[in-house]
């Protein structure tokens, strides 16, 4: 009778045990994040101002008193460090390299490939991080540019400033998860409320792009800070009129030879104030500059960078991958005056 009860309880845990999902732990290394990824870096509102001790006295990290911006290297990590310095709305695009052992790199143009200046397109140790069990990660990058010999410096236009004065490279520290097994990390500044985040993706690839690799129909979502005329007159600031808009929802399409079109269904659409066209130019290492048109004939530029569409990711276990043409796009603007981001999705 004990041997069949126990028998009983064996096969009634089997058959539990059978039908129950299958329940994974993940644990996350430095080596899960490895490779090339595209970095979009914002802030969408402005942070409470801070009282810091500048150059001849006391102001506050909005930039209205004697702090000033600060001085940065004219590189992506250079603008995205003095813009997360400052309390205002901005969004910067670019490109970092992880090694798999704790090391982050970066090139001093986001256009790492191009042959014009091998100089400054070398890969240099901007940072370092470190991965937890847990998937969680830290990560400190330093604006190393800012000595190197002959580099170009700014102010950043977008950054309050605040925190440096001087020509001594701002250095920053962000928090965060890593995500899909290394494909995406998503950041925030750590220890502060800036309302800064940084989200990074793999790469497409990073040799060999070209227009053509850019192709696909779009739908195309903005998060514009400052500057670009919206739906509404007035809207932040502007003086536009309703009939010379750009739309923050959008939809497009990009035909492999660097050009943002009206494809053969977008005539028959309603939404005909939701169609962008224009132009784009893809560099070898899959970052690029756009120019983007709304139907009212509002032009704006735009830095971008070809990430992983995470619909050709592998699920994982016995999931197959798909293999998605189209690349997901980060955008950003690059009009003078205006500060703000966009991402574009492939819509099949």
Partial sequence: MMKQLLMCVLGGTFGLLTLAPTLCAQACYNSAVAGAYGFVGSRAVAAAATTGTGMGGTGTSTGTGSTGAPIVSATPIGVLLGDMSGTTGFGVVGVLFFDGAGNISAT?????????????????????????????????????????????????????????????????????????????????????????????????????CTNARFAGMYGFMAQVFSGLPLSAPGTN????????????????????????????????????????????????????????TSSSGVNETADFVLVQSVASQTLGGVCASSTVVSPEVLFEFTTAGVQGISTALPLQ
């Fill in 108 to 208: 001093a143009t986001a256009a790492m490939n191009q042959t014009t200046n091998q100089t400054t397109n070398k890969q240099t140790q901007v940072g370092s991080y470190s991965v937890n069990q847990d998937c969680t990660i830290t990560m400190t990058v330093s604006d190393v540019f800012l000595t190197a010999t002959g580099m170009p410096v700014t102010t950043p236009g977008a950054g309050g400033g605040g925190r440096n004065t001087s020509s001594t490279p701002l250095t920053a520290t962000l928090e965060g998860v890593v995500l899909g097994g290394g494909n995406a990390i998503d950041l925030a500044e750590a220890g502060a409320t800036t309302g800064v985040t940084v989200e990074l993706r793999k790469m497409i690839q990073t040799t060999g």
């Fill in 237 to 292: 600031g502007s003086t536009e009129t309703p009939s010379a808009t750009f739309p923050t929802v959008a939809r497009f399409f990009a035909d492999g030879a660097g050009n943002v079109t009206l494809n053969n269904v977008a005539p028959t659409s309603s939404s005909s104030n939701r169609q962008l066209t224009g132009t784009c130019t893809v560099n070898s290492d899959c970052t690029g500059t756009a120019t983007l």
